[in-house]
């Protein structure tokens, strides 16, 4: 909560900020299709939510008509809680399909335990006689917060160490260095209530540093919208194939990868292993993914199911497998009319080079080499 007109005024900043970004993010999503934007599109509807609630309770709390001590002055932090656990299952879905175990159930615990003990608190007009630093449901959050930042520079970090191409090394970092000023500032809150006692002042420019925060997110954001598909993994091949089977596009991602030959023989392995998953189990889910050892391959269909598209890596995240059907949908709205009348010719589809650039648009051109 603010505590002065001039964190007051630096909350509405940070306000109209984020709108811009979820102006932007919103604008993506229904002109291009993005589907990973959604995961933006709720945690910054959320932040601006909190950021609505934070500034709309300032002066009644400022003017007396809501006790600065009451619980109920802290409500505005439940929308900020739920967009660092979205955050979380965010960063979870970068690297995996599935988040881990262990972190999602302490995550999970942080959350609920911090919404359990403000209801609680709210309800019974318990600890109204303390600041906020020492209520309990602050502390959950307060180390959510750190948790969830901590993991986030972690994350980025090893892209740093890992990633293969310069831009997305170099836009990682500038993630790694907003989260990571981001988690000092939050560990920092986690023992407020010592550090305000030593320095009053400090509890003044809590919003400094996360405003820093968001204008890196900001730049970054806008900057590289399709770094939602933060990639920090090694794609080797792109391949697309009719409902026929027939390979209609093959690109090798990386000058120094060996060639993978015998393209069209993929084709019939997927459909060799989807009619015996569907004869012996019955299962009639798509097949989405085969793992070789240390390499995977995505299986991915448009919605009309006339194109597939199959993705040879090193990865089966969420992520990854949100930005294969966005390029397979991206391919199908630009070759629809070509597929219908198809007659053989494959050097029809030899623009959707132009659709990998576009779709991850971090990989230097020279290492696209059509098959």
């Not at 005024?9 to 306000?15: A, D, E, S």
């Not at 901590?150 to 090394?169: H, T």
């Amino acid at each position: 909560m603010a505590a002065t007109l001039t964190e007051f005024y630096i909350k509405i900043g940070q306000t109209i900020i984020i709108l811009i970004i979820l102006s932007y993010f919103l604008f993506r999503r229904y002109h291009d299709r993005i589907t990973g934007f959604n995961w933006f599109i709720s945690l910054f509807s959320l932040i601006v939510l909190q950021s609505l609630i934070e500034i709309a309770i300032f002066f009644p709390t400022q003017n007396g008509k809501i006790d600065s001590n009451s619980t109920l002055q802290e409500i505005h932090m439940i929308p900020s809680g739920l967009a660092l656990f979205g955050l979380f299952l965010y960063l979870e879905y970068i690297r995996n399909e599935k988040p881990n175990t262990f972190l999602l159930g302490f995550a999970s615990v942080l959350l609920g335990g911090y919404i359990a003990v403000y209801i609680i608190e709210l309800s019974f007009g318990l600890e109204t006689h303390l600041n906020p630093e020492y209520r309990t449901s602050r502390v959950f959050l307060n180390i959510l917060q750190a948790f969830v930042l901590a993991e986030a520079f972690y994350v980025f970090i090893q892209d740093v160490r890992k990633v293969e191409y310069k831009k997305l090394r170099r836009i990682s970092l500038m993630m790694a260095i907003a989260f990571g000023i981001g988690f000092v500032f939050a560990t920092l809150k986690i023992f407020e209530r010592w550090t305000i006692q030593l320095n009053p002042r400090l509890q003044f420019y809590g919003a400094i540093p996360f405003s820093i925060t968001f204008g890196i997110l900001a730049i970054a954001f806008i900057a590289n919208p399709f770094y939602v598909y933060l990639l920090p993994t090694k794609i080797n091949k792109i391949l697309i194939f009719n409902d026929a089977g027939i390979l209609l596009y093959s690109v090798r991602i990386g000058a120094e990868e060996p060639e993978l030959s015998q393209d069209t023989l993929f084709s019939g392995i997927i459909t060799a292993l989807r009619s015996l998953i569907s004869e012996t189990t019955g299962a009639k889910t798509d097949l989405r993914k085969i793992s070789f050892r240390d390499k995977k391959l995505l299986v991915v269909e448009n919605k009309e199911r006339t194109v597939s598209t199959i993705i040879v890596c090193d990865s089966d995240s969420l992520i990854l497998q949100t930005a294969a059907r966005h390029f397979t949908e991206r391919f199908y709205d630009r070759f629809s009319q070509v597929l219908e009348k198809f007659d053989g010719a494959v050097s029809k589809f030899r623009e959707t080079s132009d659709i990998v650039r576009r779709v991850f648009p971090f990989v230097p051109p020279e290492e696209l080499i059509e098959d």
